[in-house]
């Protein structure tokens, strides 16, 4: 599976940003999903996270405390994720980057870098003050 994120760029504090990750290689339906970010001279943290999707209870989700409220992850298809931001405040900036987990256990969200099994390149996003 290979992951292209895209969609960062700059914006003012207070605005909004899309970004999107594709994933291509294989359908990607039993994979869960989610988006990670590091700052310079920053680890790398856990942004957002939707699961595989489940016939009976759909997706579940989960995200960084500070981010909640202001981001939404969404899937449209088995292969794309997005995340939406909003009121992005000057501490977001950072490359974001989308992660995927194969043969993903229904509701689970795979919040450690390190336990999904296929990464992004990143894409920077930069909130100005």
């Known amino acids: 599976v290979h992951l292209v994120e895209s969609g960062g760029g700059l914006v003012q504090a207070g605005g909004s940003l899309r970004v999107s990750c594709v994933a291509s ?9 989610g988006w990670f970010r ?6 790398r943290e856990f942004v957002a996270g939707i699961s595989r999707r489940s016939s009976i209870s759909g997706y579940a989700t989960d995200y960084l405390d500070n981010v909640k409220g ?3 992850i969404s899937r449209d298809s088995a292969n794309t994720v997005y995340l939406q ?8 900036t950072a490359v974001y980057s989308c ?3 194969e ?3 229904y509701g689970v969200i795979y919040s ?5 099994d296929w990464w992004g390149q990143g894409t920077q996003v930069t909130v100005s003050s």
């Not at 931001?85 to 000057?90: I, N």
């Open 112 to 116: 450690t870098w390190t336990l999904n």
């Open 38 to 43: 590091q700052a310079p001279g920053k680890e």
């Open 85 to 92: 931001m909003s009121s992005l405040k000057p501490e977001d």
């Open 25 to 33: 290689g294989r359908t990607c339906s039993d994979c869960a999903m």
């Open 103 to 105: 043969r993903a256990h």
């Open 70 to 72: 202001r981001f939404t």
């Open 99 to 101: 992660a995927a987990k």
